[in-house]
């Protein structure tokens, strides 16, 4: 069935450091990870996605790696920020007749100034 | 960009009643909208997907007869929830997209409606 796993549930960076949250995949059809931040009772916003024709993608200090033979992608920001703070979710576009994303578990960054 | 409003964002009902929830695409056309629901620390879960016209695509597990969805023009997308009890208490956000399936076209997100069933 469709599932993407996402690790850590929790994550505690200092300000200035890296966080790095990594989402596991079970449909190998999957063509489109997009990853979201959410900040509480707000709306999901749409930080970085990627397509399954390429490897990496970076903006400014997000980026995104995707290894398909793995199904693993990952999110990676660099020199974190207080506002960086938030929940993250992974997730995949199921290879099936919709358009429907599966979101992984949620990462909540807490970004210690 | 793509703008997706929701009405009402918050709403507190009595157990028995019903709720309707709209969801519209102020400045595109959308072709398919999707109903979310998500409980508090909890990850978005999708209960149906609607495309105009047709009637709309329940994830398992989720009560078409209790959760009615409506996709009546490219603009707008409702979901009813049927006699609300208090474990229908949760965040239901919709998502409009232009496009169709797999071409991985962007999911725009409502800002979500808070519903309180007493």
């Known amino acids: 069935g469709e599932n993407v796993e996402q690790h850590p549930s929790t994550l505690s960076v200092q300000e200035g450091d890296s966080a790095v949250i990594k989402c596991t995949y079970s449909?190998?059809?999957?063509?489109?990870f997009p990853w979201y931040k959410q900040e509480l009772g707000k709306r999901p916003q749409l930080i970085i996605d990627?397509?399954?024709?390429?490897g990496e993608k970076k903006d400014q200090r997000i980026a995104v790696t995707l290894n398909k033979t793995a199904k693993h992608f990952s999110l990676h920001i660099t020199e974190t920020q207080p506002e960086d703070s938030a929940v993250y979710f992974c997730?995949?576009?199921?290879?099936?007749?919709?358009?429907?994303?599966?979101f992984g578990t949620g990462t909540l960054l807490a970004v210690q100034p | 960009g793509a703008v997706v409003s929701q009405h009402p964002s918050w709403v507190i009902c009595k157990s028995g009643t019903s709720v309707k929830i709209e969801c519209r695409s102020l400045?595109?056309?959308?072709?398919?909208m999707f109903w979310y629901r998500q409980f508090p620390k909890q990850s978005l879960m999708l209960m149906a997907t609607?495309?105009?016209?047709?009637?709309?695509?329940?994830e398992q597990g989720v009560e078409k007869d209790k959760f009615l969805i409506n996709h009546a023009s490219l603009t707008l997308s409702t979901l009813t929830v049927t006699s609300a009890h208090p474990e229908d208490s949760s965040f239901y956000i919709c998502?409009?997209?232009?496009?169709?399936?797999?071409?991985?076209?962007?999911?725009?997100f409502g800002p979500g409606t808070r519903l309180t069933v007493l």
């Open positions: 400045d595109f056309q959308a072709t398919t």
């Open positions: 990627i397509r399954s024709n390429v």
């Open positions: 449909d190998s059809a999957s063509n489109y």
């Open positions: 609607s495309n105009e016209g047709s009637k709309a695509t329940y």
């Open positions: 997730a995949s576009l199921y290879g099936g007749a919709t358009n429907k994303l599966i």
């Open positions: 998502s409009a997209s232009r496009g169709l399936a797999g071409a991985g076209n962007e999911q725009f």
